[in-house]
């Protein structure tokens, strides 16, 4: 995932920045979101699933305000559906979901937050995890969930 920072910065080209992704490191970078300005007149984001306008009037990025809402005209496309294909290809490594906004203002910070907890990999899009058990000796698998006896690897990095 990619997020493009400090668009309220003086030389802040957030096309400039999918170009260099698409030339450069030669990924499907699909953008998410689009920023509403930039520089000085960086005002907010157009999240482009939920198609709305995100506008803040304070420098603490606190203040949303909707400006539009729109509909596919012949068959509507829930936001969970569309979420779903890019979490997918995110996963796959087909496509890089790419968001934007400012993080000393505060900016598109949330919805960057709800991008990754939509779009990223998490425990349940792993396999089970094996391992051994260090009383036993035996194999083990444990299985991703609250209701799961815990486990994990442990381990230190000392320099003398």
Not at 77 to 83: A, G, P, Q, V
Not at 101 to 110: L, M
Request: net charge negative.
């Amino acid at each position: 995932m990619v997020y493009v920072n400090k668009m309220d910065i003086m030389g802040a080209d957030f096309y400039n920045v999918l170009n260099m992704l698409h030339e450069r490191l030669h990924c499907n970078a699909v953008p998410i979101q689009l920023p509403i300005g930039a520089e000085d007149d960086f005002k907010g984001i157009v999240d482009l699933l939920e198609m709305k306008a995100y506008v803040y009037y304070d420098d603490l990025g606190k203040d949303d305000d909707d400006l539009a809402e729109k509909y596919f005209a012949d068959e509507e496309i829930t936001i969970d559906e569309m979420k779903k294909v890019i979490r997918k290809s995110t996963i796959a490594n087909t496509m890089v979901p790419v968001t934007c906004g400012t993080s000393y203002r505060n900016k598109g910070v949330q919805k960057l937050l709800d991008a990754i907890v939509d779009y990223m990999p998490s425990p349940i899009d792993v396999p089970h995890i094996k391992g051994t058990d260090v009383n036993t000796g035996e194999e083990v698998e444990r299985i991703p969930g609250d209701d799961q006896p815990f486990a994990a690897l442990a381990f230190k990095i000392a320099t003398d």
